[in-house]
């Protein structure tokens, strides 16, 4: 049985019909591996193929030709324009120089006859890119057509020129502030260059969507004709008062939308050669000062709109008041009892103390916040000041507060202030961009009521029209101009000093119903001419009239010679 068990035996045979299927499933195995290998023959047919080609292509090149990296075209920025579409700001095409290190035979003539045309190339640093032997470098940025021709002419081999794109202004300093910058890559670093990038164009760049054909021209508020005059009169200040700087803002008090906007020194955006100076920035918007008297029409609107005073109240400065260190003075003093309308026009600090005292500590600094003369200001513009105030308020701090003193904010935020105080008492962030009344008014804030803001330009009117008022200087003929001056001492070591200030004036016109404010600024003035004073009704106030003379006309508003320039007191009950 064992024997039988592990004896060995031929295999059977297989029947017919098993023989059959093993026979068709190694066919079909047997086509499969031949498929698989002529699918792999064939991807590394194509692929040699692909590298013969190519090779093939680079040996037909000619001798020496050297292959740029790629570098991505500068995408295209759109036209920015004034309000009736006078180009601000546009792109032109220019040549940036590229040399090919590897194709230059002798980078010290190369450099020696480039140095012809371009003597600020840096010579070190230009001939160490010559003799890299690189495919690919940059020489200079942004040629003038005068440059490229030249260079041209040198027939230098190895050198190249690369289209590009360059911001150009043709208004050069004019709106400089207002446009900012663009760096060497077309790309906004400052002013509206900068805002027009945060709202997606810089994501178009990205993508490669932003050409010159697809950009619609960026519409802003400015009238460059009144931008103009504007930059034209602090320009002039500057020199006259020997001041060190010089800025005026032209707003429209029904919108909130500024027409025209200057600080100098200024730059040319086209040449922006020290743009970055301490110097030179934007004061209206990047600048906090103590404002001075122009802040006492806040203080006389607060307390008219408080309920507990009226134009017809008195208040008594015939003394001056003392708290803790400090003792307020009138600056022209007149030594007895002052009705609110004489507070006004004669600027007494005693009187706005008192003024301030009426509505209490905790009321004035909120109603500074409502006015938004201590909070940081909304507006295109990057560049932006955040105001500043003391941490805790306390009785002298309202008092300091009421003339002007203890707080800064920017000269900007002091004209959207008394633009709210003309218009009926809505306060609207100013913009650049264009909006119809109706929009700025929807999305306006009521901060005081009608009589408070007709009581306001009542005392604006009367200011420049009564005797000793001091806004005379800023009157135009025809133009019912009426304001507020403010002369302030600047903090100099730590203390006031009576010798340097920084002087304000702002204005509304045409007082009937005030369509535009106009405020002024001059840091640091000295007197015109030996023997003169240097307070802001001898310089501010000139600026401010200056403009609306040469503007008005082009703004639409037209002179009245037939009515009377006396402030009349009419009550709105």
Not at 55 to 75: C, I, M
Not at 270 to 277: E, K, L, M, S
Not at 542 to 564: D, H, M, W
């Amino acid at each position: 049985m064992i024997k039988r068990l592990f004896a060995s035996k031929p295999d059977a045979a297989p029947t017919a019909p098993a023989a059959s299927i093993v026979v068709d499933a190694r066919r079909k195995a047997g086509g499969r591996t031949r498929n698989r290998v002529l699918m792999t023959m064939g991807i590394f047919f194509g692929i040699y193929g692909v590298i013969t080609g190519r090779l093939v292509y680079l040996g037909l090149q000619e001798p020496g030709a050297a292959v740029a990296p790629t570098v991505r075209g500068l995408a295209a920025r759109p036209d920015i324009v004034d309000r009736n579409g006078e180009v601000l700001a546009t792109d032109i095409k220019t040549a940036s120089l590229y040399a090919e290190p590897k194709n230059i035979i002798d980078p010290d003539e190369t450099l020696e006859l480039l140095s012809t045309v371009l003597p600020d190339l840096e010579p070190e640093q230009t001939y160490n890119k010559l003799k890299s032997g690189a495919g690919f470098v940059w020489l200079k940025r942004q040629l003038s057509p005068k440059q490229q021709a030249n260079i041209m002419a040198l027939g230098l081999p190895g050198i190249g020129f690369r289209t590009e794109t360059k911001r150009f202004y043709p208004g050069g300093e004019t709106a400089s502030h207002i446009l900012g910058l663009v760096n060497i890559d077309n790309q906004g670093i400052a002013g509206l260059e900068k805002y027009i990038d945060s709202q997606g164009l810089a994501d178009l760049r990205e993508l490669g969507l932003a050409t010159s054909g697809n950009l619609t021209p960026f519409r802003t508020t400015l009238d460059i004709r009144v931008q103009h005059i504007v930059r034209d009169e602090v320009k002039n200040a500057l020199d006259r008062y020997h001041a060190i700087a010089a800025g005026a803002v032209v707003l429209n008090a029904k919108t909130g939308e500024i027409v025209a906007m200057a600080s100098v020194p200024d730059f040319n955006p086209n040449n922006p050669v020290g743009a970055h100076d301490k110097d030179k920035f934007n004061r209206m918007t990047a600048g906090t000062f103590e404002m001075g008297s122009t802040i006492k029409s806040f203080t006389t609107a607060m307390a008219l709109d408080s309920g507990k005073v009226t134009l017809q109240s008195r208040f008594d400065a015939t003394r001056p008041i003392t708290i803790g260190r400090q003792t307020i003075r009138d600056f022209h003093g007149k030594g007895r009892v002052l009705t609110v309308p004489e507070v006004f026009i004669y600027s007494s600090n005693i009187g706005s103390a008192r003024e301030a005292d009426v509505v209490g500590v905790e009321g004035h600094r909120e109603f500074l916040h409502r006015m938004g003369l201590l909070d940081r200001m909304t507006i295109e513009l990057p560049e932006v000041a955040r105001p500043s105030e003391p941490k805790v308020w306390k009785k002298v701090h309202s008092i300091t507060a009421s003339f002007g003193h203890g707080f800064s904010t920017t000269p900007l935020q002091t004209a959207v202030g008394a633009a709210a105080l003309m218009n009926g008492g809505y306060l609207m962030n100013p913009t650049l961009l264009p909006r119809t009344e109706e929009q700025a008014k929807a999305g306006a804030t009521k901060v005081v009521n009608d009589k408070t803001s007709a009581d306001m330009r009542y005392l604006y009117l009367l200011n420049a029209t009564a005797p000793g008022g001091s806004g005379k200087r800023a009157t135009v003929p025809g133009y019912r101009v009426g304001g507020k001056t403010g002369t302030a001492e600047k903090v100099v070591n730590g203390r006031y000093s009576t010798n340097v200030r920084f002087n304000a004036f702002v204005a509304a016109f045409p007082m009937d119903d005030p369509q535009y404010i106009v405020l002024s600024i001059v840091d640091e003035p000295k007197p015109e001419k030996p023997g003169m004073g240097a307070t802001a009704g001898l310089n501010a106030a000139p600026i401010v009239s200056n403009i609306i003379r040469r503007s008005a006309s082009l703004l639409g508003v037209k002179p009245e010679f037939g009515q009377t320039n006396e402030a009349l007191l009419v009550s709105s009950q």
